[in-house]
Nanobody, 126 residues
Framework: QVLAQESGPGLVKPSQTLSLTCTVS??????????WNWIRQPPGKGLEWMGV???????YYSPSLKGRISISRDTSKDQFSLQLRSVTPEDTAVYYC??????????????????WGQGTQVTVSS
């Protein structure tokens, strides 16, 4: 059973950097053909995919966040982290980490997410 747990500050001031970590247990973040994602849900809105770190360490980001987002990992701890710079109140959301199995056929193709963290509320406010 794979478990994922988000951690980090629940309150961030505007213009600062939001930093979250997802700790995975019962599995490895380097398992082939599984990718780990950051997803958020602002209040009253739907889920928004933010970015992904592939099992080989490569990363891809949502164009809407490019320039503000970075995802990194510590394979020795099976952790990966999100940094979102220059936050505004519009970045207030519940943030989730989630795993998706993928297959490769010229490009990566997702299959449905199979494990999610419980989510962590982050509020951007002065």
């Amino acid at each position: 059973q794979v478990l994922a747990q988000e951690s980090g500050p629940g309150l961030v001031k505007p213009s600062q950097t939001l930093s979250l970590t997802c700790t995975v247990s019962g599995g490895s973040i380097t398992t082939n053909y599984h990718v780990w994602n950051w997803i958020r849900q602002p209040p009253g809105k739907g889920l928004e995919w933010m970015g992904v770190i592939i099992y080989d360490g490569s990363t891809y980001y949502s164009p809407s966040l490019k320039g503000r987002i970075s995802i990194s990992r510590d394979t020795s701890k099976d952790q990966f982290s999100l940094q979102l710079r220059s936050v505004t109140p519009e970045d207030t959301a519940v943030y989730y980490c989630a795993r998706a199995p993928v297959y490769y056929s010229g490009s990566f193709y997702y299959t449905p997410y199979d494990y999610w963290g419980q989510g962590t509320q982050v509020t951007v406010s002065s």
